[in-house]
């Protein structure tokens, strides 16, 4: 089993900044994809970047130029910097990883852009 715990949340102006944390533990294994996920009500789970063990990084269309997503293989964490947040960002904020055959999930963290 892996556990995701997941950090930084929280409410911010329209142009501002977050960063969100994801440590992961228990059953690591060194190869891995792990991300960013978002929801907000009635809509599906959309990804926002995923970085894997090698450091190769994907964004979703919408967060591309804004945010950055990094790794620190060694805490088993990787980090989500957003940049020029926007009110269409506000959504929970899932940590995923994915080894081997397996698919872990955090908890959520909100995420909320508003003056």
């Known amino acids: 089993q892996v556990q995701l715990v997941e950090s930084g949340g929280g409410l911010v102006q329209p142009g501002g900044s977050l960063r969100l944390s994801c440590a992961a533990a228990g059953s690591i294994f060194p190869t891995y994809t792990m991300g960013w996920y978002r929801q907000t009500p009635g809509k599906q789970r959309e990804l926002v970047a995923s970085?894997?063990?090698?450091?190769?990084?994907n964004y979703g269309n919408s967060v591309k130029g804004r945010f950055t997503i990094s790794g620190d293989n060694a805490k088993n964490t990787v980090y989500l910097q957003m940049n020029s947040l926007k009110p269409e960002d506000t959504a929970v904020y899932y940590c995923h990883r994915a080894q081997l055959i397996y698919d872990y999930w955090g908890q959520g963290t909100q995420v909320t852009v508003s003056s």
């Open positions: 970085i894997n063990s090698l450091g190769s990084t």
